[in-house]
């Protein structure tokens, strides 16, 4: 998946994934772009997304 796919699917900006990504919570860089996988992403969204506003924290993985 890429990260306007899974954007589009939760509902918010790619900008607020890329976020995420960086925060190591999701997706794989693979030459200069994340990489997530469907499975990732299942996991992400059953067990780390909240839905709240705001920056993901750092400090909670």
């Given amino acids: ?24 919570r999701l997706g794989t860089l693979w030459q200069r772009r994340w990489v997530i996988t469907r499975d990732e992403f299942e996991r992400f969204r059953a067990e780390v997304y909240t839905g709240q506003h705001g920056r993901p924290r750092k400090d909670s993985q």
Avoid: H, W
């Avoid at 998946?1 to 190591?24: N, Q």
């Fill in 1 to 24: 998946m890429t990260v306007e796919d899974v954007a589009k699917e939760l509902g918010i900006s790619p900008k607020r994934v890329r976020e995420y990504c960086r925060a190591g």
